[in-house]
């Protein structure tokens, strides 16, 4: 009897939650939503299933999510095991001919078919493409001290929205094509979602990372921020290390017309639904 007390308890607590996210449903019905899956925030297969799971319900209530994934801890791993050195500058790999064949056979093939994998196993329908195909990212050298790291010179996104309004689920490996035949460029997995959210014109560009949020001085996690903060945040050194790409892909994406940029802990259960379906949402959303 209490056990069935309980579970009338938990099921009317469920049908509450979905009541209540009705006016976000509506809102997001339609929208597209580019989510960066970062390295650190993807766990164990069970945190994969879950971030699956969310994506699927994002694609089932109407919303149009296109997953750019990183995996930075998988690049250190293979390199590691075959003996290649690797450091960053700036936040972004070095990255020598050897290096970028690692980088594109763990990216477009380990990472992202694992995403896709995870994805189809909750019942959506992922498919799993780089910046090379159709040429959606076309890159240029970021800086010739970092080797072939890619900057996105230009981007032809039809590809994805072919996709996506068919009903399927884009994953991109930020793997990029050259000006220059024959050329493989490694690129930032924040820039890439940042520049593919910005070609699309995006409702949403959801960052998930392995903190929090963007801290004040303080300490504290700041739950709004303005384009203004964040300059200013940075000038005063209160931004720093990983948190600059983050926030510098945040405000490129703002200036091209994405309506709110989140930066947000992935590993929270179902962190999402969390910012996109609640009152609560989660992290720090950057918008003007
Ligand atoms: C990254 C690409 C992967 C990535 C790298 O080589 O690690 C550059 O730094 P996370 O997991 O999002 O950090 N590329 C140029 O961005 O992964």
Known sequence: ??????????????????????PYLQRYSGAVVVVKFGGNAMGDDEAMAEFARD??????????PVVVHGGGPMINEMLTKLGIKSEFV????????ATVEVVEMILSGLVNKRIVQAINDQGGRAVGISGKDDDLMVCEADDPELGFVGRPVEMNVQVLRDLYNAGIIPVVAPVAT?????????????????????????????????????????????TQITPEEIRQMTADGV??????????????????????VTILDGRLPNACLLE?????????????
Do not use: W
């Open 90 to 97: 700036r936040g972004k790999r070095v990255t020598d001919k």
């Open 178 to 222: 050259g000006m220059a035949d024959n050329e493989t460029f490694n690129v930032n997995g924040d820039t890439a979602a940042g520049a593919i959210a910005g070609a699309l014109q995006a409702d949403r560009l959801l960052l998930l990372t392995d903190v929090s949020g963007v801290k004040n001085a303080e300490g504290v996690v700041m």
């Open 276 to 288: 996109l379906f609640t009152d609560h949402g989660a992290g720090s959303q950057i918008r003007s």
């Open 1 to 22: 009897m209490k056990q069935q007390t309980r579970t009338m308890q938990d099921s009317i607590a469920t049908a509450k939650t979905l009541s209540e996210a009705l």
């Open 239 to 260: 931004i720093a290390g990983g948190m600059i790409p983050k926030t510098e892909t945040a405000l490129m994406a703002l200036d091209q017309g994405v309506r709110a």
């Open 55 to 64: 994506i699927v319900l994002m694609r089932q209530v109407g919303v149009n």
